[in-house]
C-alpha cells in the first residue's frame, strides 16, 4: 500500500474541523438527496452507475489513516459494492429517514469517505448521499446534478 501526503486543502479542512472541541461537526460533510419516482427508476441501473463512477474516480476510494503521528491518504482497490436500498412502512418514517441521514455524525476517513442509499416508500424514493468535504467541494457536487 502506497501512502501519499494530504494536500494543502485537504489538510486545511481537517485544521478546521480539529479547532473544533466536537469533531462531528456537521460542516465536513457535503450531503444531499434526491427525489426519484420508482415508477420510472432503475435500481439495477443506478447500482451499475455508481460503481462505475466509484471504480474510475480514485479519490471515492480514499483512505486516511495516521502514520508516524502524520495523517497520511491511500487508494483502496475497487470492489464493488451494493448500495444499501430500505423500503419504509410508512411517510413519516420515510420522511424521517431522510431527515435523519442528512443530520447524522461525520464519517470515518478510515474507510470510504462517501455513503450512499436508497430510501423508499410506496411509489416515492429519494437516493441519499453523504460525503466527506476532505474529498470533495461544493462545486464538484454540484456536477452530480
Given at each position: 500500500?502506497?501512502?501519499y501526503?494530504?494536500?494543502?486543502?485537504?489538510?486545511e479542512?481537517?485544521?478546521s474541523v480539529?479547532r473544533?472541541?466536537?469533531?462531528?461537526?456537521?460542516?465536513?460533510n457535503?450531503?444531499?438527496?434526491?427525489?426519484i419516482?420508482?415508477?420510472?427508476f432503475?435500481?439495477g441501473a443506478m447500482?451499475?452507475?455508481?460503481?462505475?463512477?466509484?471504480?474510475d474516480?480514485d479519490?471515492?476510494?480514499?483512505s486516511?489513516i495516521?502514520?508516524?503521528?502524520?495523517?497520511?491518504?491511500?487508494f483502496?482497490?475497487?470492489t464493488?459494492?451494493?448500495?444499501?436500498?430500505?423500503n419504509?412502512?410508512?411517510?413519516e418514517?420515510f420522511e424521517?429517514?431522510?431527515?435523519?441521514y442528512?443530520?447524522?455524525?461525520?464519517?470515518p476517513?478510515?474507510?470510504?469517505?462517501?455513503?450512499?442509499?436508497?430510501?423508499?416508500?410506496g411509489?416515492?424514493g429519494a437516493?441519499?448521499?453523504?460525503?466527506?468535504?476532505?474529498?470533495?467541494?461544493?462545486?464538484?457536487?454540484?456536477?452530480?446534478?
Amino acid at each position: 500500500m502506497t501512502l501519499y501526503n494530504l494536500t494543502k486543502p485537504q489538510n486545511e479542512i481537517l485544521k478546521s474541523v480539529n479547532r473544533t472541541k466536537d469533531h462531528t461537526k456537521i460542516y465536513v460533510n457535503m450531503m444531499g438527496f434526491y427525489f426519484i419516482d420508482r415508477n420510472n427508476f432503475n435500481i439495477g441501473a443506478m447500482q451499475q452507475a455508481f460503481n462505475i463512477i466509484v471504480r474510475d474516480n480514485d479519490i471515492l476510494r480514499v483512505s486516511i489513516i495516521e502514520k508516524d503521528k502524520t495523517l497520511k491518504q491511500f487508494f483502496n482497490p475497487y470492489t464493488p459494492f451494493e448500495l444499501d436500498c430500505e423500503n419504509y412502512p410508512t411517510l413519516e418514517a420515510f420522511e424521517n429517514a431522510i431527515s435523519s441521514y442528512v443530520k447524522e455524525y461525520a464519517l470515518p476517513l478510515d474507510k470510504h469517505a462517501w455513503k450512499a442509499k436508497i430510501v423508499t416508500y410506496g411509489n416515492q424514493g429519494a437516493f441519499l448521499f453523504r460525503i466527506h468535504h476532505i474529498i470533495t467541494d461544493g462545486f464538484s457536487q454540484e456536477l452530480t446534478k
